[in-house]
């Protein structure tokens, strides 16, 4: 294989565990070529399936956020075990080894990670906004800043100062007690990615202060909206009060003042790397100011890996607080 398509795999190897996403255009020049196929936030359903590469099916699950993994990528890594020894001729055991986790096709069998797969631990449930939990996507809440922690952290190497998630991209909660036999406090693949489903991938770009503070106020939703207030989650260091009213079920007002990062006053002229969803970066829940950035948008990776590797580098996680954001209270 060759040098193009050594830079079209991710691996990632934490604590003798290592993850394969092949995130470009298949390079094989036969008509068909053999993949595990893992559709957007569900990797538990990878299935092996056999596309032509003369098309654009292969584009086509890629734009939808699809995972594509071939045995023939194994080919291209150099170091196929992990062991820090460079080894560029792949064989079953290298690539049982490197493709193990997620989707994997090993002689075109593809293996999938159970679901009561450990990954990480919590020292407390991590919850959604409202009561019930989930029940309010218009208050700060420990799950939303909770993924807006680890997408910082995994795109730190981008340089990324801030991070936002949208409270709709979080399904569940993360519970201490345990679902099975997994024991208290530990999180599985399974509750993850129940967690966080959709498989969006991230997008690091800069931003001037004023750019963000656009998008903060864009949190007031449209007139009519189903919900009149989507609560962004907000990495560590990042504060700022929030004032809005709210009347007969829509946002009519919102104040969006003292922005800080890390005690430092947001210049609204300055420039900010921020990290965000591909959901979000499109434009998604009204958040226009996200997709109108003109600065180029960097892919920084998969949203259920960086929430994955961060459970599992930092845990027993605590339950991030709620008081990033002052509210400074709010209409009837």
Not at 51 to 65: D, P, S
Not at 92 to 104: M, N, W
Not at 206 to 221: F, P
């Amino acid at each position: 294989m060759n040098n193009q398509m050594i830079k079209m795999c991710q691996v990632l190897c934490i604590a003798g565990t290592c993850l394969l996403f092949y995130t470009g255009a298949n390079a094989k020049t036969a008509d068909k070529i053999d993949l595990c196929h893992a559709p957007p936030g569900n990797p538990l359903n990878t299935k092996h399936i056999r596309v032509g590469v003369k098309g654009r099916a292969i584009t086509n699950h890629l734009n939808h956020g699809d995972w594509l993994v071939s045995a023939e990528v194994c080919d291209a890594i150099p170091d196929n075990d992990c062991d820090g020894v460079p080894d560029p001729v792949a064989d079953d055991a290298d690539c049982k080894a490197q493709l193990g986790v997620f989707a994997s096709c090993i002689a075109n069998t593809c293996q999938q990670l159970p679901a009561e797969t450990p990954i990480g631990s919590i020292t407390a449930d991590i919850n959604r906004g409202g009561s019930p939990s989930g029940a309010d996507r218009g208050v700060e809440s420990a799950a939303g800043n909770l993924v807006a922690d680890a997408q910082l952290w995994a795109t730190s190497s981008n340089g990324a100062e801030i991070a936002f998630m949208n409270p709709g991209g979080v399904r569940s909660d993360l519970i201490y007690l345990a679902s099975g036999n997994e024991g208290d406090g530990v999180v599985t693949f399974g509750e993850a990615s129940i967690f966080q489903p959709f498989g969006n991938t991230l997008k690091t770009f800069h931003m001037t202060g004023a750019q963000i503070v656009s998008a903060l106020e864009e949190q007031c939703q449209p007139l009519g909206s189903s919900r009149p207030m989507l609560h962004l989650g907000v990495s560590e260091g990042f504060t700022y009060n929030l004032g809005n009213t709210i009347v007969a079920g829509d946002c009519t007002s919102i104040t969006i003042s003292n922005v800080a990062l890390h005690g430092v006053p947001l210049i609204a002229s300055g420039a900010y790397t921020v990290t965000i969803n591909s959901f979000l970066s499109d434009g998604g829940d009204n958040f226009g100011t996200f997709d109108a950035v003109t600065t180029q948008k960097v892919d920084s990776g998969l949203d259920l890996e960086a929430l994955v590797i961060y459970l599992g580098t930092f845990g027993p996680v605590e339950p991030p607080s709620t008081d990033r954001v002052n509210e400074i209270g709010s209409g009837p």
